[in-house]
């Protein structure tokens, strides 16, 4: 029985193709998705690649249940009782400090033990919008979603991060299920009036990707929120990591082949930042609970956009090459 749910409105743009080939990776192999259905679902997400020298973004979501990180928390307290008794926050950005970068093996081995999915989008920065007419037209489409004032880049975010919340929401969540998301602290969310424009932006657009007429409550919040379970920071700092190595490694991980499914051999002897190479190889680790699928929207050499899904299957001994198994949709 698959565990992802097709979108099935062709009109969903490059919801529907994304979805479309993370449901060739579902069906060949049926028993790679983790299901998270038993319980409250939750969902931890962080991103990376917003800066001007990036040439792509990268979106990352944690996909488990509250029962699984309500066990990880006790795991959590021992790794940070010896590692980071400071309480200092694990982050890609910061992990040149010594400290952190120390306990970066530790914090990725407990990580594994998560019974979860971690699914990453990686967008091609020259792929302006996610809407037919640009960034500009966004407050037609959606003219309760966004505070007045908001800048078009934000609501091109707001766009894309409620796209990808409600595109995991409807394809891995019942109907009847709670689920919690829970996102680091950043533009999209930083203010009462965004925060209640984007909850509005993200019902709409689950509502066209799942055709729910009496869902279960999904709340949201972020890692800065009082009321934030008390994992919350290092249940983002998983997403985080990721999508900071997804970003570095971009022009180093397949995109696209002329053909539906393929294996390919990433070669890293040349990348630079010893981060990306770490959490890599940790991605590329075999058959642990927590399952790891790359998304991306790429340009092809014609200019026109193409999607695939990736997951990693080994590493090569050597620790300087990974191997990802890719499925592509035109």
């Known amino acids: 029985m698959p565990i992802w749910k097709r979108i099935e409105d062709e009109g969903a743009g490059y919801i529907y193709s994304l979805s479309e080939s993370l449901a060739i990776v579902d069906w060949r192999h049926p028993d790679f998705l983790r299901s998270v259905s038993n319980g409250e679902m939750v ?9 001007k020298g990036a040439s792509h973004e990268a979106y990352s979501f944690l996909v488990t249940t509250r029962a699984v990180l309500d066990h990880w928390q006790g795991v959590c307290e021992q790794f940070r009782s010896q590692w980071l008794p400071d309480g200092r926050r694990i982050s890609f950005k910061q992990l040149r400090e010594p400290v952190r970068r120390r306990s970066l093996p530790f914090f ?4 594994s033990a998560i019974r979860g999915n971690v699914i990453t989008f990686l967008v091609d920065r020259r792929i302006k919008s996610f ?4 960034p500009a037209t966004i407050p037609d489409a959606f003219p309760d979603c966004f505070p007045r004032g908001t800048k078009l880049g934000t609501m091109e975010k707001m766009l894309r991060l409620a796209s990808f919340l409600a595109m995991l929401t409807a394809g891995l969540r019942q109907e009847d299920q709670r689920s919690l998301w829970i996102s680091d602290h950043d533009e999209t969310l930083d203010s009462f009036n965004k925060r209640e424009g984007f909850g509005r932006l993200g019902h709409y657009l689950t509502f066209a990707f799942s055709r729910w007429m009496k869902p279960a409550d999904l709340e949201f919040g972020t890692t800065e929120s009082p009321y934030a379970p008390t994992w919350a920071e290092d249940a983002c700092a998983i997403p985080d990591l990721i999508a900071g190595a997804c970003g570095r490694l971009s022009g180093k991980l397949p995109a696209f082949y002329r053909q539906e499914h393929w294996i390919s051999h990433v070669q890293t002897d040349d ?14 680790r075999a058959n642990t609970p927590l399952r790891q699928v790359l998304l991306r929207l790429e340009l092809d050499d014609n200019g026109s956009i193409r999607t695939s899904a990736e997951f990693f299957v080994g590493a090569i001994p050597s620790g300087r090459a990974n191997t990802s198994e890719v499925k592509d949709i035109r």
């Open 131 to 134: 809407i037919d007419d640009g």
């Open 43 to 51: 969902i931890a997400s962080d991103y990376s690649g917003q800066h």
């Open 108 to 111: 990725l081995d407990i990580a």
């Open 271 to 284: 990348v630079q930042d010893r981060r990306a190479i770490i959490v890599g190889n940790w991605m590329a």
